[in-house]
């Protein structure tokens, strides 16, 4: 289980490599909220979102001899990237099992990053049987995306960076609303706060339709997206929240909420004018719950965390052609 | 004429309100350049750029009882943004003198920042005699966008944070390309650098036709540019470099680098790609000169500033068709 400890000695092992985010604002951004809005952009962390940090966390904290045989992953995106930078940080090696019709871009990306990719064919091939066929051959340890207590701890110190910089600007009761898909950032988070600024108190962000967090949290107990494709905020799509993540979810966060796809592209247009940062769908979620549905949220200030910012151009034009 | 304990009471001032902008980084635009590549995001500052560095200096800077009549400032761009925020932020009125045919988004949003507004017709009215005028009827303190020892001292301190940002990761030699217009920012970088990092050695970086400040470097007297118009990095397109920046920068900086159109363009898709920060034209030209001229740059790493942020979203989109 994820301690606050372990937060902080996994904010240790990141110190020189993991960035600081800073905490952007705008009054405009204020003004459309009718609440000061903090934004936490960790579409500016290394590999350009925060997954780089629940990776390295991971990585870093493996005995020496176990990491120097390599790890491996699932993952066609962020979790892809974080890993394999994290390895190539570390020197050993990292393997990422990606479907053969992933975006040639993210293949390239993640092979430049240093690992070797291998391609699965969706339809034919059992991927977690290859990777454990992998793993057994060559002793390679797999670092899940999110239900993994290391990659929590990792993930959590964004919320460390959070209390500070809240702590900092004279802000000690907001809601942070947290871009949410299995879990492993809201709940590393929301642990953080707990320990660190208990007036501060993580709220899971997801899109209309792929809200099995919030269903979750109402109903108390774990519940299914009945569908996992269709959506632009693929980052943040996963079948339910994990089963160590849910536990923390439901014992530390407020009321889940969930956005259309639309206000998450008006949230990108608008983190693009007012704060110079590009965001991906599904890392613009929380914004756009923050901006778009202030009802929702509690008191005069509110933080969003901007969890990523690995888009497509063509996605991104879209977002700006319609919204900018 | 600025000191280096200028640049540091106006770091001090500027301390809680000003950000402390980041030094990003990433394999792919190392590869580019074949040398480790910094880039320090002055688009992530207040109001979109540096100016809010040196328009706060030199507001905080003013006796309170000459500040308490307001301040006023020429500009259609990013020096009126960081004017107008700065006063707002001190609680005292700005006037902003703006041409009448400037892009309505940026009188709306110099407006939305608390300033008033002064429009002038520039074909059939004098700006300089309208300023002064309303200055000497209300006492305003006119700020100037670069050539003003307090403005330099806040530009400057973003030299500060690279003297030790770089000092933290063990870069102790490189060039720090900045982008130049009057060389307020160049000059502040300059003289901090100086001070803190003898090591680092700051360079303008100009648009192709628009280099001015080179070719008064390469000839040790001021040079003016031939046209003022034509460009699209608008925001750092000046007549000639000041009198009070002008020593500083011969004394100080290696030789003026000049970069295409099409290469900021470039430059601005590269950010979007690999830094996730939305960069204008202007802003654009310091890491444009890292990633396509890096013969003409010393050593194994190099430090670009990218300077603001504020580019309407059409400029944007068609960076990103082109290049991204």
């Given at each position: 289980m994820t301690s606050i400890a372990m937060i902080e000695a996994a904010a240790g092992r990141l110190k020189g490599h993991a960035r600081r985010t800073p905490l952007l604002s705008s009054p405009f951004l204020d003004e459309i909220a009718g609440k000061r809005v903090l934004v936490k952009p960790e579409c500016l962390q290394v590999t350009g979102s925060f997954k780089f940090r629940g990776g390295w966390s991971a990585v870093s904290a493996l005995s020496p001899a176990v990491r120097a045989r390599g790890v491996i992953a699932f993952s066609s995106g962020n979790h892809a990237q974080g890993v394999a930078a994290a390895a190539k940080g570390h020197g050993v090696a990292s393997v990422i099992i990606m479907?053969?019709?992933?975006?040639a871009l993210k293949i390239a990306n993640t092979r430049a990053l240093g690992a070797e990719v291998v391609l699965y064919d969706?339809?034919?091939?059992?991927r977690d049987a290859l990777g454990a066929k992998l793993s057994a051959e060559r002793g390679l340890t797999l670092i899940k995306p999110f239900d993994e207590p290391q990659v929590i701890a990792g993930q959590g110190t964004t919320g460390l960076e959070i209390a500070e910089q809240a702590m900092d600007i004279g802000v000690a009761e907001a809601d942070v609303l947290v871009c949410c898909g299995g879990g492993g950032l809201t709940s590393g988070i929301a642990l953080a706060l707990e320990a660190k600024a208990p007036g501060l108190r993580a709220r899971p962000v997801e899109p209309e339709g792929f809200d099995d967090v919030a269903r979750s949290l109402a109903s108390g107990t774990i519940q299914r997206n009945?569908?996992?494709?269709?959506?632009?905020?693929?980052?943040?799509?996963?079948p339910q929240p994990g089963n160590i993540t849910f536990p923390i979810l439901n014992r530390l966060c407020g009321p889940g909420l969930a956005v259309s796809e639309d206000e998450a592209l008006r949230a990108m247009a608008l983190a693009f004018l007012r704060l110079k940062i590009v965001l991906e769908p599904g890392g613009a979620v929380a914004l756009a719950a923050a901006l778009f549905?202030?009802?929702a949220v509690e008191g005069d200030a509110v933080i969003a965390v901007a969890?990523?910012?690995?888009?497509?151009a063509e996605v991104f034009r879209m977002a700006l052609e319609r919204f900018a």
């Open positions: 479907p053969s019709d992933a975006p969706r339809s034919g091939e059992d009945a569908r996992l494709s269709g959506s632009l905020c693929d980052a943040i799509i996963t549905h202030p009802a969890s990523g910012g690995n888009v497509d």
